[in-house]
């Protein structure tokens, strides 16, 4: 199995999302993993689509779409606990394309919203 492939189950099976130190822990208990290791892995499963970066508190979360097609991201973030969820963004991909910008292209996003998650309402 290769490095991507033991990083990806390591995010799959975890009950919360991780950081990339917290995969390192986990990784380091089955065996010796340098950072870097854990650092490429991450950036390729983020390429491939497969995983999703949370620019707040620097966790990675599974990406719930299929990959016949491109797609943007958009997650919520809970302010409170830090808990994210990939939202469906096929309804921000429409309210954008009927706004245009003169210096922007809104065709690829990526957007981050900061709420309160039920379980801290």
Known sequence: MSNTEIVFNVIKKSSKNLTAYEILDKLQKIKKTQPMMVYRALDKLIEEERIHKNSINKTFVLCNHDHEEDHNTALAICKKCGDTEEL????????????SLKNYDLNDFSMQIITTCKGCN
């Not at 469906?88 to 706004?99: H, R």
């Open 88 to 99: 469906k963004s096929n309804l921000f991909t429409e309210i954008l394309k009927k706004k």
